[in-house]
């Protein structure tokens, strides 16, 4: 008689978070949409790092980010641009001019272009183009405004492919008057494309607003002169080798690093979203790091009451709402934004493998349900149940190999032999399948079985698979048919 313990779908970690985090593929890379990655058709992706992001700071990738403030010392630049599907209202050059004069002159409207190492004011640029739109700055595409329009709808999308029109302005201030001077840019923008009946650009995030989506994101979200960075930022998210990788877009808009997040599981993206979120946000509020390389990022010590407080309702009870971060230097990667990147790792939390040290952080910061051990026989209906589950198994690893969708991932339950030799049967994510071998991140832990932790990667044998579970990027699942049963057996009277 087999001894086992068997973990239900629920015990997979999966931390629910009170904002969506975006999380979409990259597109220069996979075919997706989640804040995910991607370079978009009117501005081609560099190949190699850009001067502007590796040289200035000197950094060597992998090497400690320095102690002290992350914002750069230098002026800030960033770009912003309204779209025209059709004549504007009236003169957008006009209206800016407008709109300045009742700003009282702040941002100052120069003739020419901006050099943003020479600004000590805040200063603005706008160049009303009419003639080259359609070649060198074209609207995104229909695919893309499916995925990043904010507040769009179809038939402004469908009106965009033909804008041959926009009015696009540069931003140039000294870092330290970072907040203030974004804030006025962001009301600009919306007054002119309000007062010409434009659509908003961001050239950072790569996404197109409506003005009243604008306003209600961009503007509406401050609190007390502190932005929510959820709000001025998107999370790129795309299949990186056998894992992910995520990497903010928007930071350098407040003269802050962009923040990479490597290695971690599609079933962990939205705790890994929110962290990143969360220290973006501590960024933005003035955070600071007493030694080189390391953050403790305080989730109750965050100043913006909208974006802190979400976070602290869902956290488990064992949560220590605290993330021991260690930081790096990123490395640059094609589509990624042209600014300093700021990688975290996990390496401050015990574990056999950063993949086990990564999950120790996740329960550490958000906590956890611990994981309960069933232990039954295993009778006719459950083992059929199995046995249909692992015939399906040839079908999966052909779609695995075929490459599954941004988000979408497999599940597999397999055995693990205990002290005593029975068996713990436990879900484990799919990172490689290979004829019968399965490796992938353990998803709990281990009750009965020494030196294993939730997080580490493991080897399974797909013969010896008792179950499987595929969760679309919809949400829809396939498969864990045993559960049910299992439930049944636990629970014999419902």
């Given at each position: 008689m087999e001894n086992a313990g068997i973990r239900s779908n629920e015990d997979v970690l999966t931390m629910p978070s009170p904002k969506t985090t975006a999380f979409f593929p990259r597109l220069a890379l996979a075919a997706l949409v989640l804040s995910s990655a991607g370079t978009v058709a009117f501005a081609a992706t560099p190949t190699t790092a850009p001067a502007t992001a590796q040289s200035a700071a000197k950094a060597v990738p992998g090497t400690p980010v320095p102690a002290g403030s992350?914002?750069?010392?230098?002026?800030?630049?960033?770009?912003?641009?309204?779209?025209y599907a059709k004549a504007p209202a009236t003169d957008p050059m006009a209206a800016l001019r407008s709109r300045?004069?009742?700003?009282?002159?702040?941002?100052?409207?120069?003739?020419?272009?901006?050099?943003?190492?020479?600004?000590?004011?805040?200063?603005?640029?706008?160049?009303?183009?009419?003639?080259?739109?359609?070649?060198e700055y074209r609207a995104p595409s229909m695919e893309m405004l499916q995925r990043f329009g904010r507040g769009i709808s179809r038939e402004q999308a469908e009106a965009l492919q033909t804008a041959d029109k926009a009015l696009i302005i540069d931003f140039a201030h000294p870092a330290q008057q970072s907040s203030a001077a974004m804030q006025k840019a962001l009301q600009l923008t919306l007054q002119v494309a309000r007062d010409t009946n434009?659509?908003?650009?961001?050239?950072?995030?790569?996404?197109?607003?409506?003005?009243?989506?604008?306003?209600?994101?961009?503007?509406d979200t401050w609190a007390g002169g502190v932005p929510d960075m959820s709000q001025h930022t998107t999370i790129?998210?795309?299949?990186?080798?056998?894992?992910?990788?995520?990497?903010?877009?928007?930071?350098?808009?407040?003269?802050?690093?962009?923040v990479v997040v490597s290695d971690f599981s599609w079933s962990s993206n939205r705790p890994m979203g929110n962290l990143v979120n969360m220290f973006s946000q501590a960024m933005v509020e003035g955070a600071t790091l007493a030694q080189p390389g390391q953050y403790d990022l305080d989730l109750r010590a965050l100043k913006h009451a909208a974006a802190r407080d979400p976070q602290l309702t869902h956290l488990k009870p064992n949560a220590a709402a605290v993330a021991k971060l260690s930081l790096v230097n990123g490395t640059?990667?094609?589509?990624?934004?042209?600014?300093?990147?700021?990688?975290?790792?996990?390496?401050?939390?015990?574990?056999?493998?950063?993949?086990?040290?990564?999950?120790?952080?996740l329960v550490s910061v958000f906590g956890a349900e611990e994981d309960s051990v069933t232990r039954l026989k295993h009778n006719d209906?459950?083992?059929?149940?199995?046995?249909?589950?692992?015939?399906?198994?040839?079908?999966?690893?052909?779609?695995?190999?075929?490459?599954?969708?941004?988000?979408?991932?497999?599940?597999?339950?397999?055995?693990?032999?205990?002290?005593?030799?029975?068996?713990e049967w436990m879900w484990v994510e799919v990172a490689r399948w290979n004829g019968d071998v399965i490796e992938g991140l353990l998803k709990n832990e281990p009750v009965e079985v020494p030196n294993l932790h939730a997080g580490q990667m493991v080897k399974v044998s797909q013969a010896k698979v008792f179950d499987y579970m595929r969760r679309y990027a919809d949400g829809r699942e396939e498969g864990n048919e045993t559960s049910k049963i299992i439930a049944r057996m636990q629970n014999p009277k419902k």
């Open positions: 992350p914002q750069q010392t230098g002026p800030v630049h960033f770009q912003f641009a309204i779209y300045l004069a009742k700003l009282g002159g702040s941002p100052k409207l120069l003739k020419a272009a901006p050099t943003p190492a020479t600004a000590t004011e805040p200063v603005v640029f706008a160049n009303w183009n009419t003639t080259t739109v359609l070649k434009g659509l908003l650009w961001d050239e950072e995030t790569r996404e197109v607003f409506s003005p009243d989506e604008w306003q209600k994101r961009r503007i790129h998210a795309y299949r990186s080798g056998d894992l992910v990788r995520a990497i903010t877009l928007g930071m350098s808009k407040f003269g802050l690093p962009d640059w990667e094609s589509g990624d934004p042209q600014n300093r990147l700021y990688e975290i790792r996990f390496d401050r939390y015990r574990g056999p493998d950063r993949y086990a040290q990564q999950t120790a952080m209906e459950l083992l059929a149940a199995s046995k249909a589950a692992n015939a399906q198994l040839p079908k999966l690893r052909d779609a695995f190999a075929k490459g599954l969708q941004p988000g979408e991932y497999i599940l597999v339950k397999a055995p693990f032999t205990t002290r005593s030799g029975s068996n």
